[in-house]
């Protein structure tokens, strides 16, 4: 396999920590040590080296972001004054987004390199957050591998034939050497992102398995998601030969926006919560395990993150993750009582609080700040994405305030927040 970017002959070895065995446990994923020329790497992360004019290879003084605040919390070193992105932060809640993507749909926009770099940096820009998430979907890349797939605008990703029999699977495209090639305007929009990101880091994503392929089998979005959950129950052996292709799919996606300068990764797997423990055990875990597997042997951190998925949250940080997104349907200080102590945690500000009073605001951010207090490292984040009608200057705001709450003050400050 080639990569192109910049190739580091690690693709084999990705490929072989793909045994389920890897998914055993938190941390489990990768037993590698630290890599020698990136003092913030955490030992649950990769030793291969990235390449050499990645920006995780310099620190911040010498205009990379090996040691930025973000990523040191994602690597559960505390750095005293919080850290915080928004997912959806890119999108049409900006002017300068609707602007830009005048008559041109979002798909398009993400294969264009200036597009999807100028978008991904722009809410950086604007709202002073601590990292860019690159602008692209979680569709981008079965659009990218050749299938018929479009963002309706209000709805969502709209397949145009949808997988569901062994027909359907067989008539798959392979994902081989051209794929790799359909990848290249990935890799050159996150190269000129993380060049105007300077000392920000870039996080790269990819969707899990379950929730793309979901959007695959239910043509569309879906509210319960039924037939995808049938379908991995009456045909096992399909849903699993499905949930490989995806798997493979967006663990190629998110390896070529980490070797091309992204210095930590989330997997989005937004509608797991529809499925019971036993389900996501049995179907799921392993297929997530696998889409990590491509960048488990690189020194970034995972973060891993659900919607409504409480009940998974210790599963699916056994698929491999570093670090755990959580919703805000469940307290910091409660998640960290369900993960092994040590696990760094990412949410949860509701973001119904975007549309109340700024002092609602503000006790809400206090308050996600002393639930998490407790934890390794802590990122500042939203429950779930920016809605598209939130006012960018509340986001702003919001992110200033966070700036100025020092780990002193959450210690002491809080009236009426619960402390963790
Ligand atoms: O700032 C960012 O987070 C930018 C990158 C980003 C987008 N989609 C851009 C986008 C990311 C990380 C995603 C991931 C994504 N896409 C997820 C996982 C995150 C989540 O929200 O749970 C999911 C489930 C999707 C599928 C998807 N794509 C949905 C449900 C929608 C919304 C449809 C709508 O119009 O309401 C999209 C479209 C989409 N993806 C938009 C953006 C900015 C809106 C399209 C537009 O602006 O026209």
Known sequence: MSEPTFADGASDRSRQL????????????????????????????????????????????????????????????????????????????????????????????????????????????????????????????????????????????????PVRTEADIDALPALGDDYEAALAPIREAVQLTVAELGTTPLIGFAGAPFTVASYMVEGGPSRDHLRTRALMRSRPDLWARLAAWVAELSGRFLRAQVLAGASAVQLFDSWVGALGEEQYLEHVRDHSAAALTHVADLPVPRIHFGVGAAHLLLPMLGAGATAMGVDHRLRLDRALELLPS????????????????????????????????????????????????????????????LHAQGTAQVATAPQGAPQA
């Not at 990122?379 to 939130?390: E, I």
């Open 18 to 161: 793909s045994d389920p065995g890897n998914a055993a446990g938190p941390g489990l994923a990768t037993a590698a040590a630290p890599g020698p020329r990136t003092p913030s790497t955490h030992p649950s992360e990769g030793s291969v080296p990235l390449p050499s004019e990645h920006p995780a290879r310099r620190v911040v003084g010498d205009g990379g972001v090996a040691d930025a605040s973000l990523l040191q919390e994602l690597r559960g070193v505390r750095t005293g004054t919080p850290s915080v992105w928004f997912m959806r932060q890119a999108g049409r809640s900006l002017p300068e987004y609707r602007a830009l993507r005048e008559g041109t749909t979002m798909l398009d926009a993400c294969v264009r390199p200036d597009m999807a770099a100028e978008i991904t940096v722009q809410p950086v820009r604007r709202h002073r957050v601590d990292a860019g998430i690159f602008f692209s979907d979680i569709v981008v890349p079965a659009r990218l591998a050749g299938l018929d797939v479009e963002i309706r605008p209000g709805v969502g990703p709209v397949f145009d034939r």
């Open 342 to 401: 040590g696990t760094p945690v990412q949410g949860n500000i509701d973001p119904s609080v975007l549309f109340t009073s700024e002092q609602a605001r503000f006790a809400e951010a206090r308050s996600v700040l002393a639930a998490g207090a407790a934890a390794s490292g802590h990122v500042v984040n939203l429950g779930h994405g920016v809605p598209p009608d939130a006012d960018p200057q509340v986001l702003t705001d919001l992110v200033a305030f």
